[in-house]
């Protein structure tokens, strides 16, 4: 089992920029991919970003390229989601998740699991 738990949520301007935070624990939480969706209010969960266990590689939905950038920190079991020039459409809850298996990493339905989320606002 691997618990996440997420933080750094908030309500912004258009234009800040937020970074969230997701700790993991558990078993061998480094060995997991991890990735981060969203979800507003009336919409499936989308993808959003996702990282290799080792970090070596990121993925980003086109939304989101160029403003977002997921990072980990392996020593701290904690993945980052540092999001810059944020806009209204960005305005979801934002959750973290871990997985096994890489070539899945933009289907939710892949994710082993996940964390509670976390309510990013952003007004213009």
């Known amino acids: 089992q691997v618990q996440l738990v997420e933080s750094g949520g908030g309500s912004v301007q258009a234009g800040a920029s937020l970074r969230l935070s997701c700790e993991a624990s558990g078993r061998t939480p480094t060995t997991y991919a991890m990735g981060w969706f969203r979800q507003a209010p009336g919409q499936e969960r989308e993808f959003v970003a996702a990282?290799?266990?080792?970090?070596?590689?990121?993925y980003y939905t086109d939304s989101v390229k160029g403003r977002f950038t997921i990072s980990r920190d392996n020593a701290k079991n904690t993945v980052y989601l540092h999001m810059n020039v944020l806009k209204p459409e960005d305005t979801a809850v934002y959750y973290c998740?871990?997985?096994?298996?890489?070539?899945?990493?933009?289907?939710?339905?892949?994710?082993?699991?996940w964390g509670q989320g976390t309510q990013v606002t952003v007004s213009s």
């Open positions: 998740a871990a997985l096994s298996q890489f070539v899945y990493y933009n289907d939710p339905r892949k994710y082993n699991y």
């Open positions: 990282i290799r266990g080792s970090g070596s590689s990121t």
